[in-house]
């Protein structure tokens, strides 16, 4: 019974000399740990899905390490009176996750149809 704990003990501490039965058994343990137990536990350790925006949005580094994003007015909807600053977030969000908008220009052609959006961000 002695010789059960010693090696049990062995097992724990991993006292074993490399290249010996036990150290062998106790690498092969590890490694069918590693490569089955997932087919049997749900780890829940899946990516989080983020939809990006199917927009042509074009982002450049801005100064003091924010952002510059140029978002096609096309993917705005101001007709219905709603919140253009919410709109754009909702744009920018799924691409660079959490910011904050911190300023935005529309920049219109010459006859005043808006072209784009010039959002400067930072991120939270």
């Known amino acids: 019974m002695g010789a059960?704990?010693?090696?049990?003990?062995?097992?724990?501490?991993?006292s074993y000399e490399r290249g010996s039965l036990h150290y062998d058994i106790m690498v092969t343990l590890?490694?069918?740990f590693v490569f089955v137990s997932?087919?049997?536990?749900?780890?829940k350790d899946k990516p989080v899905e983020r939809n990006p925006h199917l927009t042509g949005v074009v982002v450049i580094s801005g100064e003091k390490g924010g952002f510059?994003?140029?978002?096609?007015?096309s993917a705005v909807n101001?007709?219905?009176?709603?919140d253009v600053?919410?709109?754009?977030e909702?744009?920018?969000?799924?691409i660079s996750g959490a910011v904050s908008i911190t300023r935005y220009e529309t920049l219109?052609?010459?006859?005043?149809?808006?072209?784009s959006y010039k959002v400067w961000v930072e991120k939270e």
């Open 30 to 32: 590890i490694l069918l």
């Open 68 to 73: 510059i994003y140029q978002i096609p007015a």
């Open 90 to 94: 909702q744009i920018i969000e799924p």
């Open 4 to 14: 059960i704990w010693r090696t049990i003990r062995g097992y724990i501490l991993w």
């Open 85 to 88: 600053r919410r709109q754009l």
């Open 38 to 43: 997932p087919h049997f536990i749900n780890f």
């Open 78 to 82: 101001t007709a219905a009176g709603g």
């Open 108 to 115: 219109k052609d010459a006859s005043g149809h808006p072209l």
